[in-house]
């Protein structure tokens, strides 16, 4: 089995094509599929599911691919360990969701453009099941989230944090700093949802639905920002993480309040596979995560923690 056929292999689990992967790689067609071809038959599987011009991945596919994305790291850790190079460089792709994005990310890629020039930075948002299949598909190296617990046996969480979720209305607002207001009162409001697939907005709703409840009326919006200026100017009641609302809060342009039986919290994780070769472009990136968020650093504390699970 050679590792050139594996890393084409990966290329087209990637790119979910056999002509994007020869674009990529500098190959014809062909040649792609010839080596495709040749993994097939040495393993005696079919990795694909064809549907004319469309492939899809299929389950000995997925599992080739660990083992392939393995031999793939080993081969880059023993070019690194050889040449000593320790020096972050290359490309680091990060995948986010989209509060993370705007309200946690900025500090840590600010701080890390400027420790580390010679690494290019690509930043792709999604939901959390978006970004999931990105890792998934090596087409990201890092997936820095919020939401319950995410796992696999091919990941690694690197950082883990809690994260509260909270209430917000305008400070003239007549829920303004109260406590324990009833849920039966909320859902008479104007609410300013996140995106439907937003994992708080699906947590919230489902506890509406556990009490026999549903709301009034509400306005969904895809920008955290937008919720955030919404709210400020009393256009509706909003639910968001905590760290998008601090400044806000300090200005006095923000008021939380809290609901009965209601309480909200999600994880924030950053995330990598353990089939995939930790790069120092990686370590460095985890490292000021861990700073900005945990106040802790990647040798302080470790990062070789599998996640584990369904």
């Known amino acids: 089995m050679e590792i050139r056929n594996l890393k084409t292999y990966i290329e087209v689990c990637e790119k979910n094509s056999f002509t994007k992967a020869a674009q990529q790689m500098g190959y014809t067609q062909s040649t792609v599929t010839g080596q495709i071809k040749q993994l097939e038959e040495e393993l005696g599987v079919s990795l694909f599911d064809r549907n004319g011009k469309h492939i899809k991945l299929n389950a000995m596919g997925e599992e080739l691919l660990t083992y392939a994305n393995r031999i793939v790291a080993l081969e880059e850790e023993a070019k690194d360990q050889f040449s000593d ?13 989209e509060s993370v994005g705007a309200f946690l990310l900025p500090d840590i890629l600010r701080a890390y453009m400027q420790a580390y020039p010679l690494v290019n930075i690509w930043v792709r948002t999604g939901t959390t099941r978006e970004i999931q299949q990105m890792l998934c598909q090596n087409q990201i190296d890092l997936m820095l989230t919020l939401d319950d617990r995410v796992t696999s046996p091919d990941w690694i969480c690197a950082l883990e944090r809690n994260e509260e979720i909270v209430f917000l209305c305008s400070p003239g607002h007549p829920f303004a700093l109260r406590q324990e207001v009833p849920l039966s009162e909320v859902v008479c409001e104007n609410m300013l949802l996140t995106e439907r697939k937003c994992n708080y907005r699906q947590t919230y709703e489902q506890i ?4 026999g409840f549903s709301q009034r009326s509400s306005l969904e919006i895809g920008s955290t920002n937008t919720i955030l200026d919404f709210t400020q100017n009393n256009l509706g009641l909003s639910l968001l993480p905590a760290f998008t ?6 200005a006095g342009q923000l008021s939380t309040f809290s609901v009965k039986d209601v309480e909200i919290e999600m994880l924030v994780q950053l995330i990598y596979r353990k089939s995939k070769y930790c790069s120092p472009a ?7 995560a861990k700073e900005s968020i945990c106040g802790s650093s990647f040798e302080q504390s470790g990062v070789e923690e599998s996640v584990s699970g369904s």
Request: net charge positive; aromatic share 4%.
């Open 282 to 288: 990686m370590k460095a990136f985890i490292n000021l």
């Open 245 to 250: 609302v601090q400044s806000r809060l300090a």
């Open 85 to 97: 190079s320790v020096t972050p460089k290359g490309l680091l792709r990060v995948g986010v969701i």
């Open 208 to 211: 509406c639905n556990t009490h």
